[in-house]
């Protein structure tokens, strides 16, 4: 019962909601756009930065906010100024040193006053704004099995706030993946060079798609600090690749596949570390073997979706596949 009661809680917690609006944003440039982007996580701890440093240094949540997109479009525009007239291999070579270069910044003693280095900014300099306007009591509130509580970190308000927010650009991907701008994207992510003989300026339309889609890893980032704190490392590379992991198991190009296939994600890491803390003794695997173990037993699983199923759960495989 304690088992079904962490996975249920998992597959609403705010970490699931704030990696489903990373991935959204990571469908307008692959799944719309067909443009590869390997350093999401770079957007994200951007988004992170901005608001944290903001609110910090007493500029307030929505200038937090503010400063976090602006962020996150310079970065678009810094990252697509280069690579997106050429092939997409060049931006994926450029995003995902690009997220790298982010990183080792923030964590670097240079910057240590201004980000925290290595170990980052702790939640309780910039959190206080966002839970202030909790309309929970402050206390642990149980609702049904679970319990968390009202205002604090990983909270029954970031909950309702970050699956909103879900909610809200899911229906935003969905009005713009069927307008004309839409329609041209998706012309782009197919043939671009028969898009560009209609007229059409692809390189606008392509940076366009990087910016909103950076816009929401971003936003992402946030409600991930939230519920933990701004940490570099927690931003590497694996997180990137967990995102476009969960955007392929839902299905891209589709409005409901990030979010389903980050529910997916995260209740399967737990469902996989409570299992095997329930039935492997400590002696065989310790309690930090746990995770590990539970990414390589939801990977192999993700190899044989590839295989049996490239176009994700929901997707369509006419329109996009993985190996399409």
Request: charged share 10%; aromatic share 12%.
């Amino acid at each position: 019962m304690d088992i079904l009661i962490a996975v249920t809680r998992e597959m609403f917690a705010p970490t699931t909601a704030a990696f489903a609006l990373a991935a959204i944003g990571l469908n307008f440039h692959f799944g719309l756009t067909g443009l590869l982007n390997m350093g999401h996580a770079g957007f994200m701890l951007l988004g992170m930065y901005g608001y944290a440093i903001t609110v910090r240094e007493g500029g307030g949540m929505l200038l937090g906010f503010a400063v976090a997109i602006l962020l996150a479009v310079a970065f678009g525009l810094l990252l697509g100024w280069p690579t997106l007239k050429l092939r997409g291999d060049y931006l994926a070579i450029v995003t995902i040193a690009a997220a790298e270069f982010v990183r080792f910044l923030g964590r670097s003693s240079v910057m240590k006053n201004i980000t925290g280095g290595s170990t980052g900014i702790r939640g309780t300099d910039y959190k206080e704004p966002f839970e202030s306007l909790s309309p929970f009591p402050d206390a642990l509130i149980t609702i049904g099995p679970w319990q968390l509580h009202g205002s604090a970190s990983t909270s029954w308000w970031l909950v309702v706030v970050s699956w909103s927010s879900v909610a809200l650009f899911a229906w935003v991907f969905w009005m713009l993946a069927k307008s004309p701008w839409g329609r041209v994207l998706k012309g782009i992510r197919e043939d671009e060079d028969a898009v560009r003989s209609l007229g059409k300026n692809v390189y606008a339309y392509k940076m366009q798609a990087l910016v909103i889609g950076g816009v929401l890893g971003a936003l992402g980032g946030i409600f991930w600090s939230f519920g933990n704190a701004v940490s570099p490392d927690s931003m590497g590379r694996p997180t990137t690749f967990w995102i476009w992991t969960l955007l392929l198991l839902g299905g891209a190009a589709t409005v409901f596949g990030p979010i389903l296939g980050s529910v997916i994600f995260w209740a399967a890491i737990v469902l996989v570390k409570q299992l095997s803390a329930a039935l492997i003794p400590e002696a065989i695997m310790s309690t930090t073997a746990r995770e590990p173990f539970a990414l390589i037993l939801v990977g192999v699983t993700l190899m044989l979706l590839v295989i049996f199923r490239p176009q994700g759960i929901l997707g369509n495989r006419r329109e996009l596949a993985i190996n399409g």
